[in-house]
């Protein structure tokens, strides 16, 4: 079975400066994507940065990079240049590839950015 | 285009009582889902549809919960009778399906049990 970990369940950080979200993973399947979600107080569950296992290359969007560890099964989300609107619940998720796309998400860390 | 549209948004229920949920998915997706996150906890599937037919209930407490996606378009989740323990938010999402099965999510419901 598949289990995702957050170990960090909230974090802060001022405005402007960067932070770093953990998460690591189990699995003994090769092919796979992994997922940063955002959960804004609404509730609207938002698609932050996805990775797919057989690229090394990291992702990034923007100010959203991720350092993805593949033997380590470990996947951080870097936020660069924190604004105030990522405050929110953060979600690291696992998806097996091209088995439904049913995902597997870690228990969340909390993220507060403060001016 | 539209996104994923979920009603009601809140709904306050006593324990024993029925309720049901809403989901219209994003036009033209062939998969849709539904999640429990309860407080403090990341969403957990209960159950995915691909067109009208059910891929994954696995987790889908079978004697109070039931969902069923009418002509493949829209949804319904129905719980019956209701627990204080379903007390949570229910998320539906849809995606257009493989390969990468990219979700879209709703604003989810926050279901209250008293």
């Known amino acids: 079975a598949q289990t995702v970990t957050q170990s960090q369940p909230e974090m802060s950080v001022q405005e402007a400066e960067t932070v770093t979200l953990s998460c690591t993973y189990d699995t003994s399947e090769n092919n796979y994507y992994l997922f940063w979600y955002k959960q804004p107080p609404s509730r609207q569950m938002i698609l932050v940065i996805r990775q797919e296992a057989y690229k090394q290359q990291n992702a990034t969007e923007n100010r959203f990079s991720v350092n993805f560890q593949k033997a380590a099964k470990s996947f951080s989300l870097k936020i660069s240049d924190s604004q105030l609107g990522d405050t929110a619940m953060y979600f690291c998720?696992?998806?097996?590839?091209?088995?439904?796309?049913?995902?597997?998400f870690g228990q969340g860390t909390e993220l507060s950015v403060k001016p | 285009e539209a996104g994923v549209a979920q009603s009601p948004r809140y709904k306050i229920i006593e324990k024993r009582q029925s309720v049901a949920f809403w989901c219209n998915p994003i036009s033209g997706h062939a998969t849709l889902y539904w999640y429990q996150q309860i407080l403090g906890q990341g969403p957990k599937l209960l159950i995915q549809?691909?067109?009208?037919?059910?891929?994954?209930d696995s987790q889908l407490p079978k004697d109070r919960f039931s969902a069923e996606r009418l002509k493949g378009v829209d949804s319904t989740l129905k719980i019956q009778p209701a627990k204080l323990e379903d007390s949570a938010v229910y998320l539906c999402a849809s995606s257009l399906g493989p390969p990468s099965y990219e979700q879209y999510f709703g604003p989810g419901t926050r279901l209250t049990v008293t």
């Open positions: 549809f691909q067109n009208n037919g059910v891929v994954d």
């Open positions: 998720a696992f998806m097996i590839y091209n088995q439904g796309g049913k995902l597997i």
